[in-house]
Every structure is written in structure tokens, then in C-alpha cells.
């Protein structure tokens, strides 16, 4: 299928892959997010202790939808672990491609 169609079940939450990744990597839609001020009560998710420095504990904090891409490797052991590439953006080639699949 194309990118486009890959795509639109991509940003309704299923996992979407290329015909020519390993077989574990793939890419999702990651929802907006609102996230309260990191000292705030009450329910929801709040803004992390990491992103304090940088803005202030009273602030809040809106990201907007992205694409992920998780690709799968293996550590000395062969351990399998995932390396995350967040706001992950498909190259021309990727993007016109026929060989998209959704995986969920």
C-alpha cells in the first residue's frame, strides 16, 4: 500500500512498517498530549522532572502529534532492545513507495 493509506491507520493508532525494514521495526502516531505542571494535583500526566529545568516547574506543556520509529537492535549480549526515534519524517523514496504495510 502507500504511504498515504499507511498513514491515515498509522494516526488512527495502529503500527505501520516498510515492506524492506527487519521484521520488529515500525512507526506510530504519537497522540497530542497536554501535560500539567509538573508540581500540579490531581490526576493526568504531568511535565517530567527533565523538562523542569528548562521551562519551570509551573508551566505547562502541549506536544502536538509525531510519528515514532522504533527500530529493534541487539546489545553485546543479544539482548534485544529498541532505539526510538521520535518525530521521525519518511525520505522521498520511503514516501512514494508502494510497500507499506500496517502491522495493527
Given at each position: 500500500m502507500d504511504f498515504h493509506t499507511a498513514?491515515?491507520?498509522?494516526?488512527g493508532g495502529s503500527r505501520i512498517r516498510h515492506?524492506?525494514?527487519l521484521s520488529d521495526d515500525f512507526v506510530v502516531v504519537m497522540p497530542k498530549l497536554d501535560l500539567a505542571p509538573h508540581g500540579s494535583e490531581?490526576?493526568?500526566p504531568k511535565?517530567?522532572?527533565r523538562t523542569v529545568p528548562w521551562i519551570g516547574p509551573e508551566a505547562s506543556v502541549v506536544v502536538y502529534p509525531y510519528m515514532q520509529l522504533y527500530e529493534r537492535l541487539?546489545?553485546?549480549w543479544g539482548n534485544p532492545k529498541y532505539v526510538i526515534t521520535m518525530g521521525?519524517?519518511?525520505s522521498n523514496d520511503l514516501l512514494f513507495s508502494q510497500r507499506w504495510e500496517v502491522l495493527d
Open positions: 498513514f491515515g491507520a498509522a494516526k515492506y524492506d525494514w490531581g490526576p493526568g511535565v517530567n522532572d541487539y546489545d553485546e521521525w519524517l519518511p
